[in-house]
Nanobody, 125 residues
Framework: QVQLVESGGGLAQAGGSLRLSCAAS????????MGWFRQAPGKEREFVTA????????YYADSVKGRFTISRDNAKNTVTLQMNNLKPEDTAVYYC??????????????????WGQGTQVTVSS
């Protein structure tokens, strides 16, 4: 089992940057694929990006490709989401998620087993 705590959310202007971090408890962090999702008011939770257990493979939603970067540090039990060139439509609560399933194209919330509490990101125009 793993517990996830996000940090780093806040307010940014369009075109600006924010860096989100997710700290994981437990000694088996490297056994989980990790993902970031987001949920805007009145909308369903949507996939943003994921990273493999070793960190050597990633994929992104088309809406963030080229602007967001996911990375992980298995020695520090952390996963990071660097968000650049932010847009107002990026405004949402961002969630870190851990999945026990093997590496594959997993973009559904049900593909993931553990979730953080979320951190708010607000982008003003």
């Amino acid at each position: 089992q793993v517990q996830l705590v996000e940090s780093g959310g806040g307010l940014a202007q369009a075109g600006g940057s924010l860096r989100l971090s997710c700290a994981a408890s437990g000694r088996t962090f490297s056994s989980y694929m990790m993902g970031w999702f987001r949920q805007a008011p009145g909308k369903e939770r949507e996939f943003v990006t994921a990273i493999s257990r070793s960190g050597d493979s990633t994929y992104y939603a088309d809406s963030v490709k080229g602007r967001f970067t996911i990375s992980r540090d298995n020695a520090k039990n952390t996963v990071t989401l660097q968000m650049n060139n932010l847009k107002p439509e990026d405004t949402a609560v961002y969630y870190c998620a851990a999945g026990v399933l093997g590496w594959a194209y997993r973009t559904k919330p049900t593909d993931y087993d553990y979730w953080g509490q979320g951190t708010q990101v607000t982008v003003s125009s």
